[in-house]
């Protein structure tokens, strides 16, 4: 191996070192996150189907679009931030000065930090609202037939 190789990999092993384990605990903890909340979104869109394929009306047609809409724009949201979160494990990997990659590194988690917490606050609050839209019509429904 010529001298210019081996430094470069020793550049490239000192910085993938330069990533701290809670860096790597905290990208490991948001991955399976998101792919909790895109199983969760799968499990209620195919909930939003057997509505759909439903005979008697179980939600009106406004209230489908706007839950089937809010599911797609979360799962999106949620593969986009995956996609950073991969990009985010290679880092420190790409830059050649080390205090440059742990500058944008610290950039990079902090930002997603924040919107992983947005993401996961929202759907929190999306899977609430179509819960709870879904009891009320049902009860009503079952008020009406009464």
């Not at 930090?113 to 606050?121: M, V």
Request: charged residues 30%.
């Amino acid at each position: 191996m010529n001298d210019k190789l081996k430094l470069t990999c020793r550049l490239l092993c000192a910085l993938k070192e330069s990533r701290t384990a809670q860096e790597d605990f905290e990208t490991s903890c948001w991955k399976r996150s998101m792919a909790f909340i895109q199983e969760e979104l799968m499990h209620l869109d195919n909930r939003l189907s057997d509505i759909l394929n439903n005979k008697r009306k179980l939600m009106a047609p406004e209230k489908v679009s706007y839950f089937r809409h809010s599911f797609l724009k979360s799962d999106e949201r949620a593969r986009i931030l995956q996609h950073e979160l991969t990009e985010v494990a290679l880092l420190p990997l790409k830059s050649c000065c080390r205090s440059m990659a742990s500058i944008t590194l610290a950039d990079k988690m902090e930002r997603l930090r924040s919107e992983i917490a947005e993401l996961e606050s929202g759907m929190s609050k999306l899977k609430q609202e179509f819960n709870r839209a879904l009891t009320i019509h049902v009860m009503h429904q079952k008020l009406l037939r009464q």
